[in-house]
């Protein structure tokens, strides 16, 4: 079992900087691929960015988002610039047991077995 806690997010205006962290419990945290989605109001939940031997992002964020993990804190972080109004949205951090797999895998929530409480992003244009 594996228990993820999103830090709190926050208002941030357009342009600007936010990093959230997710911080895992249990000792095998190494041994899972970890991923960040996020809803919006009115939307289905979507991808964001992936952590696994290598990084996955989506397009929408490609070039803004950086997504890491530090092993031995257990924790996993997302780096979010330039943000946009459109960026606005509850984010998830998500755990996948499967760890040798690529972008189409990553990418689908249905292959993430833990999942965090989310935390309320928001941009203000």
């Known amino acids: 079992q594996v228990q993820l806690v999103e830090s709190r997010g926050g208002l941030v205006q357009a342009g600007g900087s936010l990093r959230l962290s997710c911080a895992a419990s249990g000792r095998t945290f190494s041994n899972y691929a970890m991923g960040w989605f996020r809803q919006a109001p009115g939307k289905e939940r979507e991808f964001v960015a992936a952590i696994s031997w290598t990084t996955y992002y989506a397009d929408s964020v490609k070039g803004r988002f950086t997504i890491s993990r530090d092993n031995a804190k257990t924790t996993v972080y997302l780096q979010m610039n330039s943000l946009k109004p459109e960026d606005t949205a509850v984010y998830y951090c998500?755990?996948?047991?499967?760890?040798?797999?690529?972008?189409?895998?990553?990418?689908?929530?249905?292959?993430?077995?833990?999942w965090g409480q989310g935390t309320q992003v928001t941009v203000s244009s």
């Open positions: 998500a755990a996948s047991k499967g760890t040798l797999y690529g972008s189409t895998y990553y990418g689908s929530q249905r292959n993430y077995d833990y």
